[in-house]
Every structure is written in structure tokens, then in C-alpha cells.
């Protein structure tokens, strides 16, 4: 399966932002996808999963309440929508696709989309 993330871009603090990740290839049915993010000198974080049938979006702790995840099967596009954005959410915006384990380890994806960057100025 392969996946392609949009979307990001610079944004004052307390605006919004939508990430989209296209995801092609084999039937994405069984995956959950998730969103990773990886700020300069930090290790890549896990933000948000969802499972592409069920659609129950699960979140770091310091996203929730803020961003949302949801997908489009018949579109096989998933989203991050970004609320009350901080400069501390800066970062490259990962989507993967989850083969098992801990949804939080990044060794639990074998699928990884380019990255997009998200930019948050103060």
C-alpha cells in the first residue's frame, strides 16, 4: 500500500489546518492509518489512528480536543483536521498504515507516506 500526505503549511498560533493522506495500492480495509509527526532533533511521535472500517479516531494526549481524525473509504483518503494550533505542533505530518502491535511504536507500520510539513508561527 502506498500513501502520499498534503496539506501542510505555515499557520499563525490558534488557526486550523487539514492534512489528507491518499492511500493506494492494495485494499485498505484491513489497515488502520495513523499520523506521526516529527519535530527538528525529536524522535517521530504517533498524533492520531483510525481504522479504515469502524472509523474510531485515537489520539495522543497532547492533541485531543484539538485535532481530529477521520477517513473517506470510498475516497480511500484519510484526514487530520488541526484546531487551535500551537507553535509547538510544528513538526513533519507523517500518515502509515498500522500492521499490528502498539499503534504508539513506529515499528508497528510498514507504510509510510513522504511527510508534509506543518509550520506554526507565534
Known amino acids: 500500500v502506498q500513501l502520499q500526505a498534503s496539506g501542510g503549511g505555515l499557520v499563525q498560533a490558534g488557526g486550523s489546518l487539514r492534512l489528507s493522506c491518499a492511500v493506494s495500492?492494495?485494499?485498505?480495509?484491513?489497515?488502520?492509518m495513523s499520523w506521526f509527526r516529527q519535530a527538528p532533533g525529536k524522535e517521530r511521535e504517533f498524533v492520531a489512528a483510525i481504522g479504515w472500517i469502524g472509523g474510531t479516531g485515537h489520539y495522543a494526549d497532547v492533541v485531543k480536543g484539538r485535532f481530529t481524525i477521520s477517513r473517506d473509504v470510498a475516497k480511500n483518503t484519510g484526514y487530520l483536521q488541526m484546531s487551535s494550533l500551537k507553535p509547538e505542533d510544528t513538526a513533519i505530518y507523517y500518515c502509515a498504515a498500522h500492521i499490528g502491535g502498539d499503534l504508539t511504536s513506529t515499528s508497528s507500520y510498514d507504510s509510510w507516506g513522504q511527510g508534509t510539513l506543518v509550520t506554526v508561527s507565534s
Open positions: 495500492g492494495r485494499s485498505f480495509s484491513r489497515y488502520v
